[in-house]
């Protein structure tokens, strides 16, 4: 999901540039899809969900990550094995399928697994965004936690969670019970990455942080400096493995970006994440509500 200032201006309905067949507003399970074509880059086409951006995708060059947020989670995806090595890769959350596509085209021959609640969604988007040819992408529809529950262990090298019902990440997706059953599926050395939004006073990703840190030894956030300091609502990446993190890789990668994010592991850490505990089922919440008004165009 984006953040206003995270995605760029010019979306327009398909039926205003005479471009592809593509429905325009669409009732799915978690409300009213609507697929914008992108004005600014031909081929290319955002998803909203009853107004909310979810998914920003290049049908004509897969490894063009719009949000900025979504660029930084590519940078991981990147940096935790060498150039065009396949990974087996878990997203919770499918959206457009916008990592899926990214890792195919750039890890050609991995495994890639989606559990995604609205099969309405994938339909629609498998429909009018098709995926490129010989991506090994496979969509489950079922809630992200017990879909997680169903898969091996030691089966993955990545997961991906990325999911919100609405604006806000479901409180069951937030803790340290499911923090422990995605180390559970990872391999060893497996990382997970987790889109976190939230604004000041930063306390929901602050027990995110500690979560992630009850259940992974090495730990890092990537984020927009104002973002980290407070001043604004957004989203942050959080990057968790059992062994060591590609710190010096990430942020090389995430200085060069359009907009630069800062990586924040160790002692700046803990730092941050101050006296905040981690987070149990008993007393997960949902993440914050955004402002009013953040995705006014």
Same mark, same amino acid.
């Given at each position: 999901?984006?953040?206003?200032?995270?995605?760029?201006?010019?979306r327009r309905p398909a039926a205003?540039?005479?471009?592809?067949?593509?429905?325009?507003?669409?009732?799915?399970?978690?409300? $009213? /899809?609507?697929?914008?074509?992108?004005?600014?880059?031909?081929?290319?086409?955002?998803?909203?969900?009853?107004?909310?951006?979810?998914?920003?995708?290049?049908? /004509?060059?897969?490894?063009?990550?719009?949000?900025?947020?979504?660029?930084? $989670?590519?940078?991981?995806?990147?940096?935790?094995?060498?150039?065009?090595?396949?990974?087996?890769?878990?997203?919770?959350?499918?959206?457009?399928?916008?990592?899926?596509?990214?890792? &195919?085209?750039?890890?050609?021959?991995?495994?890639?697994?989606v559990i995604e609640v609205d099969?309405?969604?994938?339909?629609?988007?498998?429909?009018?965004?098709?995926?490129?040819?010989?991506?090994?992408?496979?969509?489950?529809?079922?809630?992200?936690?017990?879909?997680?529950?169903?898969? #091996?262990?030691?089966?993955?090298?990545?997961?991906?969670?990325?999911?919100?019902?609405?604006?806000?990440?479901?409180?069951?997706?937030?803790t340290v019970e499911f923090a422990?059953?995605?180390?559970?599926?990872?391999?060893?050395?497996?990382?997970?990455?987790?889109?976190?939004?939230?604004?000041?006073?930063?306390?929901?990703?602050?027990?995110?942080?500690?979560?992630?840190?009850?259940?992974?030894?090495?730990?890092?956030?990537?984020?927009?400096?104002?973002?980290?300091?407070?001043?604004?609502?957004?989203?942050?990446?959080?990057?968790?493995?059992?062994?060591?993190?590609?710190?010096?890789?990430?942020?090389?990668?995430?200085?060069?970006?359009?907009?630069?994010?800062?990586?924040?592991?160790?002692?700046?850490?803990?730092?941050?994440?101050?006296?905040?505990?981690?987070?149990?089922? &008993?007393?997960?919440?949902?993440?914050?509500? #955004?402002?009013?008004?953040?995705?006014?165009?």
């Amino acid at each position: 999901m984006s953040r206003r200032g995270e995605r760029r201006a010019g979306r327009r309905p398909a039926a205003e540039l005479g471009g592809p067949a593509v429905p325009g507003r669409t009732a799915v399970g978690g409300g $009213i /899809a609507e697929l914008l074509a992108d004005a600014d880059r031909p081929g290319s086409w955002e998803l909203l969900v009853d107004g909310v951006p979810q998914s920003h995708v290049d049908l /004509a060059d897969p490894t063009y990550l719009e949000f900025e947020y979504v660029r930084r $989670i590519g940078h991981v995806l990147d940096a935790v094995a060498d150039p065009g090595v396949p990974l087996d890769v878990v997203h919770l959350g499918g959206g457009a399928l916008t990592l899926p596509r990214y890792v &195919a085209v750039t890890r050609p021959g991995s495994r890639q697994r989606v559990i995604e609640v609205d099969q309405a969604l994938t339909d629609l988007v498998r429909t009018a965004l098709p995926l490129p040819r010989a991506a090994r992408v496979r969509v489950r529809a079922d809630d992200a936690r017990v879909g997680l529950g169903t898969l #091996p262990d030691a089966s993955a090298d990545v997961v991906v969670v990325d999911v919100f019902a609405g604006a806000r990440t479901p409180a069951h997706l937030t803790t340290v019970e499911f923090a422990a059953d995605i180390a559970r599926v990872l391999v060893a050395g497996g990382v997970t990455v987790w889109n976190v939004s939230d604004g000041p006073p930063l306390r929901f990703l602050r027990g995110q942080a500690a979560t992630l840190a009850a259940v992974f030894g090495n730990v890092a956030l990537i984020a927009e400096p104002g973002t980290l300091r407070g001043r604004r609502f957004g989203n942050t990446v959080a990057v968790a493995s059992d062994t060591e993190l590609p710190l010096a890789a990430l942020v090389r990668r995430c200085a060069g970006d359009p907009m630069p994010s800062r990586v924040v592991a160790g002692s700046d850490l803990a730092e941050f994440v101050a006296r905040a505990g981690p987070v149990s089922d &008993a007393a997960a919440e949902p993440s914050p509500r #955004p402002p009013a008004g953040i995705f006014d165009r």
